[in-house]
């Protein structure tokens, strides 16, 4: 028995190591010089680059420090096999066309920070074809514990420069736009040019913010917005939800109401926030003589704050995975039903499944038919109504859970089929009554897309449930 297990473990290594000797010698053989190629021309223009990071407080308004890689070339990505090999394991899970999709895209991240520079990575990882990357400040000590690549030989870089170089180690082919520029007005038509198909917004600051999410808005772009990622430990809690479902974060609640405001935006926009309420404040600001300072007087740049607030690495790092996944995955074309905000417990859906209950008994005489208990109760409203009627009522929020649970009630959408994962509409009282009332086929002529829906959400969880063990 020993001998055959060191059989094994001999033929494992084996394998082991003839696979990354094909993948050395695909690597030596298809793209070895054009990689060498591209870090001469990096080397370049490395002089200039690192001069950016000099007076970068000074004249940042307005100034364009454009950094592209110029370098890249039309790479063939159905012919290039390292290409190929790099990505496997996106095209078994997306699909070569969704794939090339996300090769084909071009996605703009404005804000480098924490969140920002990690979305970036995972984005560039995921197989992005060409990524402008925008921040006007430069690599700190202390933003080493949550940034995604900076070392210690990176402090005082531009943050821009800083993932450029990093990112052009990862994906050669990759076309990187770095760009040491402060997003404002005068920035806006440049920075957001090219018709980008997606826009992140990973900035801090809420003015910025405001007006960088109304420009992508007016301009009809795809963007989706980061909140504070600051002072929160818990992982468990974060969420992507509309911006007008987002009360909870204090940040996204500022942001709502400038937007609602001053630009009219009130629903629309996509935003990566958590649940749970700080755990810290800003930090008192220090004078270099130790003692309680104006913030305000230490300002380089007008309306960014000095004073910072405690950040525990991984909360960052996690917000800006959920952005480029959520990216990723519009881009690809690849159906994503989010976790949506709901604030329901066990009570919740016990109440809404002795309700179903009820309503059968009165329907038929009987509640035989009843195929569902109270987990699939739970995944029926949260995954696939979303703690909402199927009509679109307004979605719960935490102030009124009970007040409109109280309103809601699952039926049959077939009354000829048992009520079931497949078979169970979310609707107010009222609603269930009139759909009761009804036949599909009706239904179907006078409300044809309503229709539609319900069916293909019906389809969704069919599939769904042949999944669950």
């Known amino acids: 028995m020993p001998c055959k297990i060191s059989s094994m473990m001999l033929v494992s290594a084996g394998g082991v190591a003839i696979g990354c000797c094909v993948t050395l010698v695909l690597?030596?053989?298809?793209?070895?010089?054009?990689?060498?190629?591209?870090?001469?021309?990096?080397?370049?223009?490395?002089?200039?680059?690192?001069?950016?990071?000099?007076?970068?407080?000074?004249?940042?308004?307005?100034?364009?420090?454009?950094?592209?890689?110029?370098?890249?070339?039309?790479?063939?990505?159905?012919?290039?096999?390292?290409?190929?090999?790099?990505?496997?394991?996106?095209?078994?899970?997306?699909?070569?066309?969704?794939?090339?999709?996300?090769?084909?895209?071009?996605?703009?991240?404005?804000?480098?920070?924490?969140?920002?520079?990690?979305?970036?990575?995972?984005?560039?990882?995921?197989?992005?074809?060409?990524?402008?990357?925008?921040?006007?400040?430069?690599?700190?000590?202390?933003?080493?514990?949550?940034?995604?690549?900076?070392?210690?030989?990176?402090?005082?870089?531009?943050?821009?420069?800083?993932?450029?170089?990093?990112?052009?180690?990862?994906?050669?082919?990759?076309?990187?736009?770095?760009?040491?520029?402060?997003?404002?007005?005068?920035t806006e038509q440049d920075i957001l040019a090219g018709q980008p198909d997606f826009v992140l917004d990973c900035i801090d600051n809420i003015d910025t913010k405001v007006s960088l999410l109304a420009a992508c808005v007016r301009k009809g772009l795809r963007v989706i917005s980061a909140t504070g990622a600051g002072a929160r430990v818990d992982p468990t809690r974060i969420r992507i939800a509309d911006l007008s479902e987002s009360s909870i974060d204090p940040l996204s609640r500022a942001v709502r109401h400038r937007l609602r405001r001053e630009h009219q935006i009130a629903t629309g926009i996509p935003v990566v926030f958590s649940t749970e309420k700080p755990r810290a404040k800003l930090i008192p600001f220090k004078g270099p003589n130790g003692e309680d300072a104006d913030p305000y007087d230490y300002q380089v740049v007008p309306g960014f704050r000095v004073r910072i607030i405690p950040v525990m690495g991984s909360i960052p790092a996690i917000f800006g995975q959920v952005m480029a996944s959520y990216v990723t995955t519009k881009i690809a074309d690849i159906q994503v039903n989010f976790e949506p905000l709901l604030f329901l417990d066990r009570d919740h859906y016990k109440i809404l499944h002795h309700r179903l209950i009820e309503r059968e008994e009165v329907r038929f005489g009987t509640a035989t038919d009843v195929e569902v208990d109270e987990e699939e109760v739970a995944y029926v409203v949260r995954e696939l109504w979303h703690g909402r009627s199927a009509r679109g009522q307004s979605p719960m929020v935490a102030s009124g859970r009970w007040r409109y649970v109280n309103k809601l009630t699952l039926t049959r959408w077939d009354s000829s089929k048992s009520a079931s994962v497949t078979n169970l509409v979310l609707f107010t009282f009222q609603e269930a009554e009139e759909h009761d009332a009804t036949t599909l086929h009706k239904l179907q002529e006078c409300e044809p897309e309503f229709y539609a829906m319900v069916s293909n959400v019906l389809q969704r969880a069919a599939k769904e449930h042949e999944l669950r063990p």
């Open 27 to 186: 690597i030596k053989s298809n793209s070895l010089k054009r990689w060498c190629w591209r870090e001469t021309k990096q080397r370049s223009v490395a002089s200039s680059v690192r001069e950016l990071a000099i007076g970068i407080a000074g004249g940042l308004k307005g100034a364009n420090y454009d950094v592209l890689n110029s370098t890249s070339e039309a790479v063939n990505f159905l012919k290039d096999e390292v290409l190929r090999e790099q990505f496997t394991r996106n095209v078994q899970f997306f699909g070569l066309e969704s794939q090339l999709q996300v090769y084909n895209a071009f996605v703009v991240v404005v804000g480098l920070g924490g969140v920002g520079s990690h979305a970036a990575a995972m984005l560039l990882r995921s197989g992005i074809g060409r990524i402008r990357l925008v921040d006007f400040d430069q690599v700190s000590l202390s933003s080493l514990n949550r940034h995604a690549v900076a070392t210690r030989g990176d402090v005082g870089m531009p943050k821009a420069i800083c993932l450029r170089d990093h990112f052009l180690r990862i994906f050669p082919e990759c076309c990187v736009d770095a760009r040491v520029q402060m997003y404002d007005a005068s």
